[in-house]
């Protein structure tokens, strides 16, 4: 009985098996950078609102970002060969400027939370501050939930989405600033100010380190049921 053969030569259906394999492999490139790109779009946006925001500088090397950019360069002009071979090496590269600025941040948000905590408690018994504002500030440095704030508009060009960074980041350090000048201000340059302060930073208050000054106008202060003296 005569065995069909296939419409197909052996050599044309390799070729087409492996245009398709070919296919693939490009789309999952494509892939792997656009999510690499988000990568290192986020690490500079988180950037830009930390620094505005906790005041304190997250240094992003330019190399990762001028190698987003060359892999993207890649992609464009269909050298996937070359996209293939760099990729490994850009991913790790992202991947560690993100943990590293992620970490610095993290560090910077713990000790001004500790700071933000103190106004929380003081607040509660002199009730100067907004606390709608602390409260937003302080939801901010514990769950760090600042895309929604940022990402708005899903076409937004990424100029836009880092004026809208800075601009978040801006506003939260105003709430900071007003609501320590609310709670802090009326003991700015008073004999006050370093037990304040230290009030703030959760220092322990021992009676031996006050002076005489420091005592009478505690005691004659919105403080004098806030603070806990104790004697060394």
């Known amino acids: 009985m005569p065995t069909e053969e296939s419409d197909t030569p052996p050599s044309n259906f390799e070729e087409s098996i492996e245009d398709i394999y070919q296919q693939y492999r490009h789309r999952q490139l494509a892939s792997r950078l656009e999510d690499i790109a988000e990568t290192m779009e986020e690490t500079i946006l988180q950037r830009i609102l930390a620094e505005k925001f906790l005041q304190t500088e997250f240094a992003i090397e330019e190399e990762a970002k001028q190698a987003v950019s060359e892999a993207r360069d890649y992609l464009q002009a269909s050298d996937f060969d070359a996209l293939g071979k760099r990729i490994d ?7 560690n400027q993100k943990r590293r600025v992620s970490n610095e941040i993290q560090e910077a948000r713990i000790e001004m939370r500790s700071r933000v905590d103190g106004m929380q408690r003081l607040n509660k018994r002199v009730e100067r501050v907004s606390e709608v504002k602390l409260e937003a500030v302080h939801e901010l440095l514990t769950d760090w939930d600042w895309k929604g704030q940022v990402y708005k508009n899903q076409d937004w060009e990424f100029e836009t989405l880092e004026e809208r960074a800075a601009e978040y980041g801006e506003d939260m350090r105003r709430y900071f600033e007003e609501c320590r000048e609310d709670i ?5 340059g008073t004999p006050l100010e370093s037990i304040v302060d230290g009030l ?5 208050l021992y009676l031996d380190t006050l002076t005489d000054e420091q ?9 004098a049921d806030t603070v806990e003296l104790r004697l060394s």
């Open 215 to 223: 005592v009478q106008q505690l005691r004659e202060s919105d403080l």
């Open 184 to 188: 802090f201000g009326p003991y700015d």
């Open 200 to 204: 703030l930073s959760e220092d322990d």
């Open 89 to 95: 090496e850009l991913e790790r590269k992202v991947d």
